[in-house]
């Protein structure tokens, strides 16, 4: 007998052994790719802080840096071949005191997503629209590319229904009268397929754990049982139509209401520590009344980003952030904003 107890003692040490060993060797790869995300963050914030002091950026982007989308898209592609003053490298000259104020960051993999607030003073012709000196104070999110040091890839969306909003303007009209309104988009996967994937994979990580979570709210609603008790939604993702319907008090007739064959698609998700973004296209026909605008019948498809946070498998914040003025236009309800008083973002 004693001889099988030292015989289990030996094995038990010796597996022990291996494990610490593969903890050893596992342990500064994990620190290596820590590292390499505090660096991408690192060269994301340096990037922002250098266009605030108006010197050049040039050296943070890769020889054949694409920027897949713009922040202000629908201003930019609506002014184009309208004879419009240039706004200017980073628009100064249309906000000559702009100022980006990060709000949050986030890392995963070869990518950083950014967040902040545009701000300045509206002295110079923007895409159209005429110096107004109003102050001006919108989000914008950005999500970069990396690789070996230097952003690859950009893209952007800035409020511009918030901005035309804040500076009590109207879409510029355009000479042929005929606003150029985006195609509904096809990008990004169903649910189903990007849950199967991601379960596939590892979920050892809290981070994984948390993007699952986040991805399954994409394929049914989340209940309420998934949500911590103290839950907060800070922003809804059409933020200015649902302060339009909270006006005419017609709040329950929000987005969800309004396309009831809505199946949102994935295009990417970004997780941190206890944060989680997720960009996806809201995609769905407007069949109901949207906050008392009566159903247009038409097919939209619009970028939402969601930016939550979640604790012990609860969500604890969510902070949704969409495409507005595209949807407005793709639905046609421009007028939805003139009818709405000047407000920050």
Same mark, same amino acid.
């Given at each position: 007998m004693s001889t099988r107890r030292k015989f289990l003692k030996n094995a038990f040490g010796a597996g022990a052994g291996l494990a610490l060993a593969a903890q050893r060797t596992l342990a500064p790869a994990q620190t290596a790719a820590a590292s390499q995300l505090e660096r991408n963050k690192?060269?994301?914030?340096?990037?922002?802080?250098?266009?605030?002091?108006?010197?050049?950026?040039?050296?943070?982007?890769?020889?054949?840096?694409?920027?897949?989308?713009? @922040?202000?898209?629908?201003?930019?592609?609506?002014?184009?071949?309208?004879?419009?003053?240039?706004? @200017?490298?980073?628009?100064?000259?249309?906000i000559p005191d702009r100022v980006d104020v990060i709000e949050d960051i986030i890392a995963d993999g070869d990518r950083v997503g950014m967040l902040w607030r545009l701000t300045g003073t509206h002295k110079g012709d923007l895409y159209g629209i005429p110096?107004?000196?109003?102050?001006?104070?919108?989000?914008?999110?950005?999500?970069?590319?990396?690789?070996?040091?230097?952003?690859?890839?950009?893209?952007?969306?800035?409020?511009?229904?918030?901005?035309?909003r804040q500076l009590g303007a109207a879409l510029p009209p355009r000479k042929d009268s005929r606003p150029i309104v985006p195609e509904p988009s096809t990008t990004g996967e169903d649910p189903d397929v990007v849950l199967k994937r991601l379960k596939s994979g590892p979920t050892a990580s809290q981070e994984d754990r948390n993007k699952l979570i986040v991805a399954g709210s994409k394929t049914v609603p989340p209940a309420s049982a998934d949500r911590a008790p103290d839950y907060r939604q800070k922003r809804f993702g059409f933020q200015h139509l649902r302060d339009y319907g909270v006006a005419k008090n017609l709040a329950k007739f929000n987005i969800?209401?309004?396309?009831?064959?809505?199946?949102?698609?994935?295009d990417t998700l970004l997780a941190e520590g206890e944060k989680v973004w997720m960009q996806f296209e809201l995609i769905g026909t407007h069949t109901e009344s949207l906050y008392g605008l009566a159903p247009s019948r038409k097919r939209v498809g619009v970028t939402e980003i969601g930016v939550m946070r979640i604790a012990d498998g609860k969500w604890k914040e969510s902070w949704y952030f969409g495409d507005e003025l595209g949807l407005l236009l793709q639905l046609d309800i421009l007028q939805v904003l003139r009818g709405l008083p000047a407000s920050q973002s």
């Open positions: 690192d060269l994301a914030r340096r990037y922002k802080e250098t266009m605030n002091r108006r010197t050049p950026t040039e050296e943070f982007f890769a020889p054949g840096y694409r920027r897949t989308r713009a @922040g202000l898209q629908h201003l930019a592609n609506n002014a184009r071949d309208q004879a419009f003053a240039n706004p @200017g490298t980073g628009l100064r000259d249309a110096p107004t000196d109003r102050k001006i104070d919108i989000h914008e999110i950005g999500i970069l590319r990396l690789a070996n040091g230097k952003i690859v890839e950009g893209w952007f969306m800035a409020d511009e229904a918030g901005l035309l969800t209401h309004a396309f009831p064959d809505r199946r949102d698609r994935i």
